[in-house]
């Protein structure tokens, strides 16, 4: 009986942690696991943070209606992974934008993974574009599209930007002892978001810093950066170049 209910027992507790692991990042699950307790504590770390975000959202969300909500997960289902992949963790998830934090395990190498996941992240989100592609024309063989059925697949091909920054920034838990939630605050985490919006305007799918130029050319040539331009950072009175990692 002892066995049995010490059985019962364990099993539980590695589901809960299963569970945990779902809703918080893996060193905050293995801190508490270790630790048996959360606090709120945090401390300034050099980090670099990728910001991916999904283009036309408003379009799409008033065209799918809750259907947008699975589009959502198969898209964060390879997101998330392609983060995963390269040592990197979720920050959050803010409906359709995605915060990642590369550094937390002390890698040298965090801003060559954030810049090999944001790619990897634009080639699966083209991945599943030509998906829908290849099912429109099997629909096409049989009948012709209907309005509202164009409007849905111009709505499901979805594109995204990611910006990349990095820096020393604040990493840890902040709340209270009631509700806390881990997070990153700095000025390169807000830098990472302005650099996603850029995208857009210069009609590529990734944008970084100086910063994670440098850090990566000190440890590869996998990849060339070409500058941009300099651009005014809100709240700064200094330019800051941008660049596109090839």
């Known amino acids: 009986y002892l066995a049995a209910s010490f059985n019962s027992l364990s099993?539980?507790?590695?589901?809960?942690?299963?569970?945990?692991?779902?809703?918080?990042?893996?060193?905050?699950?293995?801190?508490a696991y270790t630790e048996h307790?959360?606090?709120?504590?945090?401390?300034?770390?050099?980090?670099?943070?990728?910001?991916?975000?999904?283009?036309?959202?408003t379009y799409r969300t008033e065209t799918l209606g809750n259907d947008i909500i699975d589009l959502l997960n198969v898209h964060y289902d390879?997101?998330?992974h392609a983060v995963h992949e390269n040592s990197g963790v979720i920050g959050s998830i803010?409906?359709?934008?995605?915060?990642?934090?590369?550094?937390?395990?002390?890698?040298?190498?965090?801003?060559?993974?954030?810049?090999?996941?944001?790619?990897?992240?634009?080639?699966?989100?083209?991945?599943?574009?030509?998906?829908?592609?290849?099912?429109?024309?099997?629909?096409?063989?049989?009948?012709?599209?209907?309005?509202?059925?164009?409007?849905?697949y111009k709505a499901v091909l979805i594109d995204v930007g990611?910006?990349?920054?990095?820096?020393?920034v604040f990493y840890g838990n902040i709340g209270s002892n009631e509700h806390m939630t881990n997070t990153?605050?700095?000025?390169?985490?807000?830098?990472?978001?302005?650099?996603e919006g850029l995208t857009r305007i210069y009609h590529l799918p990734v944008i970084c810093s100086e910063?994670?130029?440098?850090?990566?050319e000190s440890i590869s040539n996998k990849y060339t950066f070409f500058e941009i331009d300099t651009v005014q950072v809100k709240g700064k009175t200094e330019g800051k170049k941008i660049f596109f990692p090839v």
């Open 11 to 31: 099993s539980t507790i590695s589901n809960l942690l299963g569970i945990f692991q779902k809703f918080v990042s893996k060193d905050v699950v293995e801190k």
């Open 37 to 57: 307790q959360i606090l709120l504590e945090g401390k300034r770390s050099n980090l670099t943070i990728l910001f991916s975000d999904i283009k036309s959202f």
């Open 78 to 80: 390879r997101v998330i």
């Open 94 to 152: 803010i409906g359709d934008a995605i915060l990642a934090i590369y550094g937390t395990n002390a890698s040298r190498k965090k801003s060559l993974e954030a810049v090999d996941s944001a790619w990897n992240i634009t080639k699966l989100t083209a991945m599943l574009r030509d998906k829908m592609i290849l099912r429109r024309k099997e629909i096409e063989k049989q009948r012709t599209l209907t309005v509202a059925e164009e409007n849905v």
């Open 162 to 168: 990611v910006g990349i920054d990095g820096g020393n």
């Open 184 to 195: 990153v605050i700095g000025d390169n985490v807000n830098s990472a978001s302005r650099l």
């Open 211 to 216: 910063y994670v130029k440098e850090e990566v």
